[in-house]
């Protein structure tokens, strides 16, 4: 299996703008996470998926960011509209079964101007 | 609700100095506790799991279940453990909240 597979890597937009990240997880796993990496904030959970299905979305800053996975193989994360402070590293990560490795994926790199 | 607290943001220590990376965690449940390493602009990976009871790359962890923590430790710090390190806890839910993560430098 190649991985949780992200893209796109890199993305500058502009604010305002609407961006979408999409996840491939690894085929066969049950969950899908979505996480945000900021130097000042850490690693923080968005939101989670079990089969599908959004579990908790607790995490998710506020009305501009959505997800959503409509089948096994795929996920979106949006931002609408995009803010300078949303600039950061999203990774998307997988896992089998509670209490299994998390698997994440390389990250997409987005920097809102 | 559950909570991973990593003390320090940054440690720093000289080559085969011991390192120890503190992880407290707060949770009603019966924990699933996991070390996550991410190497300068790679993807964060595994490195231990509690229930493994196994040392990775000379790291080792024990859960203190009456202190709630998870500390990681290594006697001999080499150059190439340099990396931020997360502290993580699964819940019976399958929720996986991580801390803020520590910055280990070893230097030479």
């Known amino acids: 299996d190649a991985g949780v597979i992200q893209s796109p890597r890199h993305e500058v937009t502009e604010m305002g703008q609407e961006v979408t990240l999409r996840c491939k997880p690894i085929s066969g796993h049950d969950y899908l996470f979505w996480y945000r990496q900021t130097m000042m904030r850490g690693l923080e959970l968005l939101i989670y998926?079990?089969?599908?299905?959004?579990?908790?979305d607790s995490g998710m800053p506020e009305d501009r960011f959505s997800a959503k996975m409509p089948n096994a193989s795929f996920s979106t994360l949006k931002i609408q509209p995009s803010e300078p402070r949303d600039s950061a590293v999203y990774f998307c990560?997988?896992?089998?079964?509670?209490?299994?490795?998390?698997?994440f994926g390389e990250g997409s790199w987005l920097t809102v101007v | 609700a559950q909570r991973v607290t990593q003390p320090e943001k940054l440690l720093s220590v000289f080559k085969g100095a011991p390192v120890e990376l503190k992880c407290n965690y707060s949770?009603?449940?019966?924990?699933?506790l996991f070390w996550y390493v991410q190497y300068s602009r790679q993807r964060l990976q595994l490195l231990l799991r509690?229930?493994s009871r196994e040392s990775i790359k000379g790291f080792t962890a024990d859960l203190n279940k009456g202190e709630t923590s998870f500390h990681l430790k290594k006697p001999f710090a080499q150059e190439e453990d340099s990396a931020m390190y997360y502290c993580?806890?699964?819940?019976?839910?399958?929720?996986?909240?991580f801390g803020d993560g520590t910055t280990l430098t070893v230097k030479p």
């Open positions: 990560a997988s896992r089998a079964n509670v209490g299994n490795t998390i698997y």
């Open positions: 509690h229930i």
């Open positions: 949770y009603s449940g019966s924990p699933e």
């Open positions: 993580a806890l699964d819940t019976n839910a399958g929720k996986s909240t």
């Open positions: 998926f079990n089969n599908n299905v959004p579990i908790d």
